[in-house]
């Protein structure tokens, strides 16, 4: 079930980066995170924001996962970054493993998650990126079962 959705306006890029890095801080073993958005909206961004909450080293630089859907980044947790927006097929999902990932002891950031159809998980903080401005954008954060939840009222306190 869906929580009340988090607004939260991020009107510059260190904005974004400091929400990214409270998410980061603020994940646990097992965590999902989804991030939609358009293309260009900022999901990238965010996810290196997240690394660096998580204390992934410096020399390991997130990028955009073209090549292989899936990067894997060393942490405070281990860091699995997605992005399906190249995905062929639900098919290519379990030749991935994906499910393994989704069910493990790290976070998941998955960027294009509607690509996961059925594997969709339940339990997932789904975070919305909208475009609106040249460095101004919008998050919509919504918890989906119970695990966000209260972490969700605490960034409520912080990014208001
Ligand atoms: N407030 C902001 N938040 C996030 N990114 C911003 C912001 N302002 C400007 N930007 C810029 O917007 C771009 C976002 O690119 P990024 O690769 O993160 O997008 P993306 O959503 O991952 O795109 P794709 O769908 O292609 O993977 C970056 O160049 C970033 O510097
Ligand atoms: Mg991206």
């Known amino acids: 079930m869906a929580g009340l959705p988090l607004h939260v306006a991020l009107p510059d890029l260190a904005t974004t980066c400091k929400l990214g890095q409270r998410l980061g801080e603020l994940a646990a073993p097992g965590d999902i995170i989804t991030l939609s958005g ?44 997605m992005d399906f927006y190249r995905l062929g097929g639900e098919e290519e999902l379990l030749e991935l493993g994906v499910e393994e990932y989704l069910e493990g002891e790290g976070l998941c950031v998955i960027e294009w998650p509607d690509r ?20 101004s954008r919008e998050a919509t954060l919504t918890a989906f079962g119970d695990r966000w939840r209260g972490r969700l009222t605490i960034l409520a306190g912080e990014f208001s």
């Open 38 to 81: 358009d293309l260009g909206a900022g999901k990238t961004t965010l996810t290196q924001a997240i690394g660096k909450g998580l204390a992934v080293p410096a020399d390991h630089y997130i990028t955009s996962p073209t090549f292989g859907l899936l990067h894997e980044y060393p942490g405070r947790l281990p860091l699995y970054h």
């Open 116 to 135: 996961l159809g059925s594997l969709m998980p339940t339990e997932r903080l789904q975070l919305e990126l909208t475009v609106n401005g040249p460095t």
